[in-house]
């Protein structure tokens, strides 16, 4: 099975032109399925059929997996099969039968425009630490782009003239807008602070940590809480909460759907739509505290 998965992922990369997180998701959950099938001694691609498929997936939900990995896992069988399928290596889907197991929506959590406002004004100008960390939150939150996203960024996917940057995944791209008070962070940051912290080493990358690397996911999350407690902000905060806050607060002001979907880079409309969801959520939670004939 080993050489269809490898062919498999290189077409997924050549021909469907997926993103790499999104060819990194099925490698993964196609290992764990070559990993169950052969201990089941199927070593073969073609061995695959529609309920040696079935047992694996009844494997994951009895080994306590959450509805949301199986559904993921089910939608890489699917296409891994559907691939084998057109290959002529199996003669029909074996996998058309396979159905995900409901998910139950859980709404994101958000912070109030008056906690981000806290939050933002936590970092102060005193060190170069604090200064970029100040860009960094601000950029965040003008533009909802994912924190992945936001350490990897380069100074020349940065154009401070238009204020907008330049999200890259895989051979996609998109482009995002930001505000006077990012720029105006962006700036001062890159006035002086970058180069402090580069500590003489040549890199590309716009935020780096005290020691002139790249920035590490764990690094930034530490960060976002350091600010949150002295913001006083007791809620679960997480780089997702200042994504999903960007999202909720521009469908709040009325801002076009389909322009957060771009913005948010979701394939989805669905998966936007969930923003709005949300503000009807809570104008039905402060028309029951404040209606007076509730």
Partial sequence: ???????????????????????????????????????????EAEQLNATNLNSYILYLEKSGFAPSTVSRNIASIKAFAHYLQTEGILKEDISSALKA??????????????????????PDDKTPKDIRDKAMLELLYATGIRVTELISLTV??????????????????????FGKNAR??????????????????????????????????????????????????????TPHTIRHSFAAHLVENGADLHAVQEMMGHSDISTTQVYVNLNASRIREVYAKAHPRR
Wanted: hydrophobic content about 35%; overall charge positive.
């Fill in 184 to 237: 105006k962070a962006l700036e001062h940051y890159l006035s002086g602070a970058r180069q402090i912290l580069l500590k003489g080493n040549d890199s590309d990358i716009l935020f780096t940590n005290c020691s002139g690397s790249p920035m590490s996911r764990q690094g930034f999350w530490k960060l976002i809480k350091h600010y949150a407690k002295k913001a006083g902000i007791t809620s679960e905060i």
């Fill in 101 to 122: 197991p409901r998910i139950e929506k859980k709404m994101p959590g958000i912070l109030s425009v008056q906690e981000i406002d806290r939050l933002l004004a936590q």
């Fill in 1 to 43: 099975m080993e050489q269809e998965l490898q062919s498999f992922i290189v077409y997924l990369h050549d021909v469907k032109k997926t993103s790499a997180n999104t060819e990194i998701s099925y490698q993964r959950d196609l290992r764990k399925l070559e990993s169950y099938m052969e201990q089941q001694g199927i070593t």
């Fill in 156 to 177: 020349s996917e940065v154009n401070l003239k238009m204020s907008y940057i330049i999200c890259r995944d895989g051979d996609r791209e998109r482009i995002i807008p």
